[in-house]
Structures are given as C-alpha cells and as structure tokens.
C-alpha cells in the first residue's frame, strides 16, 4: 500500500522558511517521480515543484520560482521541500504526490499546513 505522509508545516513569519519532509513507504520510491502540491484555504489544488526519478527538477510554480526547493534522498525513501522567503500566499495544505504533475493527478498522501502569518 502507497503510504505518503507529510510533515514539517507549522507556523511561519513572512520572510522565514520552513523545510517539508514526506516519508514515502509501499513502493518503489527510487523509480518513482515525485511532487509537491498544495491546496490553499477556500481555493483550489496547485502544483508546487515536480522532480523525476533521477533528481531532475522538471517543474516550479511560477510563484515559488528562487524561493522553494525540491528535493529527494533515495536512500531513505524522503521527499523534500526547502521553503524560503515565505509570504502569506504560500499558507496552504501540502501535499506530497507519487507519479503526479500537472495534468497528472498522481497518488496523494497525508498534508501539512503550512501558515504564513505575522
């Protein structure tokens, strides 16, 4: 069974950072592309960053462009998601996503919420 599950949200200052993990558990992680979306409150899902199974980041959210990072450590089956400069837009659910991108839906996990606020 594909588990995903999301950690590392919380409460953050606008301008500070937060780095998201996701433990990724019942299948082959190594071969699997991997990304991060996220659902902001009262609107609907976006994708954050994509990166392939061999590490290549493919995809940023324009907005997020210079500011997260994505990336993954195959040995211990961890996606990640390095945020900084973060802005009151960035408050939202996130979500790791097996085989997802966009106009690929994927296999969700568990999210974390990640708040932005003064």
């Known amino acids: 069974e594909v588990q995903l599950q999301a950690s590392g949200g919380g409460l953050a200052q606008p301008g500070g950072s937060l780095r998201l993990s996701c433990a990724a558990s019942?299948?082959?992680?190594?071969?699997?592309?991997m990304s991060w979306l996220r659902q902001p409150p009262g609107k609907g899902p976006e994708w954050v960053s994509v990166?392939?199974?061999?590490?290549?980041?493919?995809y940023y959210l324009d907005s997020v462009k210079g500011r997260f990072t994505i990336s993954r450590d195959d040995a211990k089956n961890t996606l990640y998601l390095q945020m900084n400069s973060l802005k009151p837009e960035d408050t939202a659910i996130y979500y790791c996503?097996?085989?997802?991108?966009?106009?690929?839906?994927?296999?969700r996990g568990q999210g974390t919420l990640v708040t932005v606020s003064s």
């Open positions: 996503v097996k085989d997802g991108r966009p106009g690929r839906i994927g296999k």
């Open positions: 019942g299948f082959n992680f190594r071969s699997s592309d």
């Open positions: 990166i392939d199974s061999d590490g290549t980041t493919t």
